[in-house]
Each structure stands twice: as C-alpha cells, then as structure tokens.
C-alpha cells in the first residue's frame, strides 16, 4: 500500500490538516492546495498529494488497487480496468485548479 511521506502528514497536521486518508479530507486537502502550492513544499505537492488520492480511492473503491508502469511510476487501478495516473492528475490541479481531488475520487466511484 502506497502512502504519503512523514513529512507531508506532519506538514499538513501543522497546518490544521490531518490526513486521515477519509474520502472527506480530499474536500479539505482541496481548500489548502492552492496556498500550498506557492510556499516552500509546492515542488513535492504533486507527487504526495496524487500519492494521496490514490491512497484514499485504494482504501474506498473497491477492487482498485496500486499497480506500477514498466517504468516504476504508480497508477491506481479501478474496477473498469482504467488506470488513473493520479500523480499527473495532482500535478495538473496544482498547476490549473482541476480537477478537485474529490471530483476525482467520485468519478472512481463510478466505475
């Protein structure tokens, strides 16, 4: 199973933002993302909060489940058998504002 690093959990609890890897901290996770992105962990956002999201869809889609590229770069797996490369999605958020992680996990939910 596929988590956040110690470092980003303590970061986010030092900032009111426990993650408890609940389908309703992405909502929270979401609020705080844009200050984030701008002070001095945004380069790392990206990889841990997509590592995140994929924590929290793993824990609550059933049946998805982490797999890795030829190339080692972890993927969520759903139901359907698409792969979600949630670090790219993550990434693109910080970048454009979307998609908010809890849009992502819903449409997880569909499949």
Do not use: C
């Not at 959990?9 to 901290?25: F, K, N, Q, R, Y």
């Amino acid at each position: 199973m596929l988590t956040v690093s110690a470092e980003f959990a303590e970061w986010a609890a030092d900032h009111g933002l426990p993650l408890t890897a609940a389908p309703e901290s992405l909502t929270a996770l979401d609020e705080q993302l844009d200050e984030w992105a701008n002070s001095e962990v945004g380069p790392s956002l990206g990889n841990e909060v997509g590592r995140y999201l994929g924590t929290v869809i793993v824990r609550h889609v059933p049946e998805a489940e982490w797999v890795a590229w030829p190339n080692g770069h972890p993927v969520v797996r759903l139901p359907s058998g698409n792969e979600l490369d949630v670090v790219r999605l993550a990434d693109h958020r910080l970048q454009s504002g979307r998609p908010h992680l809890a849009e992502v996990y819903q449409d997880a939910l569909k499949t």
